[in-house]
């Protein structure tokens, strides 16, 4: 999804709804972040952050099945389909369907597992990514402990912001994986002797580093008993 409209949507100024028939100022607030004229009218639903827009044209019965594929789209935006972990910034295009003339076999049973299995494997083909939670930390410690704090920091796979010194103390501010913190204030009390804090300043999610991908998408449907087809 294109950064403006993320941008719009944690803001507010495009709330998350269902979309069940022309909302103007959705359209002109999709269209101010750049989505061409002709294809806002078209979003269909902004969901925890993902959207999903109906490209199809002259399908006779889709408004039959719209609701069905929408509840679908919120479920795959729900359970991803690298880890059954929520999505976020995904832009749905339904281009095309082909719908069955007897309106019996339009039903959940045909609906649901179309859509959800197409969405998926949609995103499988999109090269998708993990995001992973960061803290932003501040650490304190007197001076003779700057080296240890930035061992420790790189030993976490952390970035270091900012450091500076205030009177005898080293002040360092550190991006670090929550994934990574687990004994963090052991370590740090190891690392200084007892004499070194660290407080949260925020938190954020980012791109999980590539090399670190497949190994966590492994863990984590592991942990969740997928397997491979789930």
């Excluded at 979003?43 to 993902?50: A, D, L, R, T």
């Excluded at 019965?61 to 059954?84: C, W």
């Amino acid at each position: 999804m294109e950064e403006p409209i993320q941008e719009a949507i944690k803001s507010g100024k495009i709330p998350e709804t269902r979309i069940k028939k022309l909302d103007i100022n959705i359209r002109d607030a999709f269209s101010e972040c750049g989505m061409d004229s002709k294809i806002s009218p078209k979003v269909k639903e902004i969901f925890k952050s993902n959207i999903f827009i109906d490209e199809t044209r002259g399908q006779v019965h889709a408004q039959e099945v719209m609701e069905m594929i929408l509840d679908m789209f919120e479920d795959v935006m729900t359970s991803g389909p690298l880890a059954r972990e929520p999505c976020i910034n995904v832009k749905v295009r339904l281009i095309d369907m082909k719908l069955h003339e007897d309106a019996i076999h339009r039903g959940p049973a045909q609906v649901y597992p179309a859509i959800r299995d197409g969405i998926r494997d949609a995103i499988r083909t999109a090269g998708p990514m993990l995001y992973e939670p960061l803290q932003i930390q501040m650490l304190e410690a007197p001076m003779e402990y700057m080296g240890e704090l930035s061992k420790l920091i790189g030993n976490k796979r952390g970035q270091l912001l900012e450091m500076n010194q205030q009177g005898y103390l080293t002040v360092v501010k550190a991006k670090l994986p929550v994934a990574e913190m687990f004994g963090w204030s052991s370590e740090l009390r190891s690392a200084t002797e007892g004499r070194g804090v660290s407080f949260l300043i925020d938190q954020m999610f980012e791109k999980m580093p590539f090399e670190q991908q497949e190994k966590s998408i492994k863990n984590i449907r592991a942990r969740k008993g997928l397997t491979e087809n789930q």
